[in-house]
């Protein structure tokens, strides 16, 4: 049964304005291998050579819609076809009304594909008329009307996730704040309050890895107690950011220089994950930068 599942051809159509771009840009978040605008003649070709190459192409998303010229003539063909030949798909069909659709292109200021030039309002009522019967096949219908991006990214992740889910990608980096914050940093945790062991001759050129640099920051009491408080604040927040649907988290931990405390406290945070089941990368991103001795294993 799980070989059976492993292989899913997904074809994503709907409405113009419906949500198909960001649907396909959750999906191939999920590992599907995604295809625009595939003119509709050349589908069943293409899910039989994905299907027979099924180890490297095991998850396929098309997108057809009303851009492709052949689309309302040739479509329902094509999925009858494949229908009587057997081949499996499914048919993700992406709605919304039509307020909302026309407030979304008075938004991006683009030209609805069935009006370019006339109402709006009339491109609509085409799109929908000549949609109604491939809407009818849809093995999924998601109205986007009301949804927000991470609830649109919930329903997609039920729909074509794993049972797990996807999961949270944890990258821990450390840094020195005379270099510059991280720009895709998600939380930035500013450590300098913490005892320094660049003012202690001979932990100044270590790094914060060093057992006798980590043994020196470690025994101050305000180094115990914000470790336990931090540790409490990642255990609350994970959970919470996997629930909201997000896939990949940066903690960033600065000290001045980024190579005793912050260096210090981003090991501590990826054992802690590390010890808890949580998947981490950690990174010491200005380590170089500076005149510091390091473990051999960070050169």
């Not at 919930?154 to 720009?183: D, T």
């Not at 660049?198 to 305000?222: C, D, Q, T």
């Not at 210090?264 to 500076?290: C, P, S, V």
Request: net charge neutral; proline share 5%.
């Amino acid at each position: 049964m799980e070989k059976e599942n492993a292989y899913r051809f997904v074809i994503v159509t709907g409405m113009s304005g419906g949500g198909k771009t960001q649907a396909c840009r959750h999906l191939e978040d999920l590992g599907f291998f995604c295809v625009d605008n595939l003119p509709p003649v050349f589908i069943p070709k293409f899910a039989e050579l994905c299907a027979h190459s099924a180890g490297h192409i095991a998850r396929v998303v098309l997108v057809v819609d009303t851009r492709s010229r052949e689309f309302f003539d040739t479509f329902l063909h094509v999925l009858q076809d494949m229908d009587n030949a057997g081949q499996k798909y499914e048919l993700l069909f992406m709605d919304a009304t039509d307020a909302a659709i026309i407030r979304r292109y008075k938004e991006t200021r683009r030209r609805h594909p069935m009006a370019p030039g006339s109402r709006l309002s009339d491109g609509i009522r085409k799109e929908r008329e000549q949609l109604a019967r491939v809407r009818e096949k849809a093995t999924y219908i998601i109205d986007t009307s009301e949804l927000r991006k991470a609830e649109l990214k919930n329903k997609i992740i039920r729909l074509f996730g794993s049972p797990e889910g996807v999961p949270l990608s944890i990258n821990i980096l450390s840094f020195g704040f005379k270099f510059g914050v991280p720009m895709d940093a998600d939380m930035v945790l500013d450590v300098r309050f913490l005892p320094n062991p660049f003012y202690i001759e001979n932990l100044r050129h270590k790094s914060g890895e060093m057992p006798e640099v980590a043994e020196y920051i470690a025994k101050w009491p305000v180094t115990r107690e914000f470790k336990e408080k931090l540790d409490d604040l990642i255990d609350f927040l994970i959970p919470q950011y996997i629930k909201e649907g997000k896939n990949q988290l940066v903690i960033a931990i600065g000290c001045t220089g980024g190579m005793h405390r912050s260096v210090y406290i981003a090991r501590h945070i990826f054992d802690m994950l590390g010890a808890r089941g949580w998947q981490a990368t950690l990174e010491h991103r200005d380590l170089i930068k500076n005149d510091v001795e390091r473990l051999p294993h960070q050169d």
